[in-house]
């Protein structure tokens, strides 16, 4: 448990890492969601992380720049729930 644990946060690290050089307003958004879906998954609150990746799922659908979109979709996919 504690590898799938390590393994999401780190992917969810990265995906950080690639909103922070979107500066668009649904970037910033889908930021918020993404760092609360690790903060809930580090707290062990199984619930209110799979709201906010559903939340950042939907957020990262209006991202303007289709590159940082496609690839935001890709890395949230791989990330378990």
Known sequence: MAT??????????ALLTLLTDCS????????????????????????????????ARK????IPDETVRTEAQRMLATIAV
Do not use: N, P, Q, W
Request: net charge negative; charged share 30%; proline share 0%.
């Open 4 to 13: 799938a644990i390590a393994a999401s946060t780190e992917k969810l690290d």
């Open 59 to 62: 957020a990262i659908s209006a």
């Open 24 to 55: 668009s307003e649904e970037c910033r958004i889908t930021r918020e969601h993404v760092a609360a879906a690790r903060f809930y998954l580090l707290g062990a609150m199984d619930k209110e992380y799979i709201l906010s990746v559903d939340s």
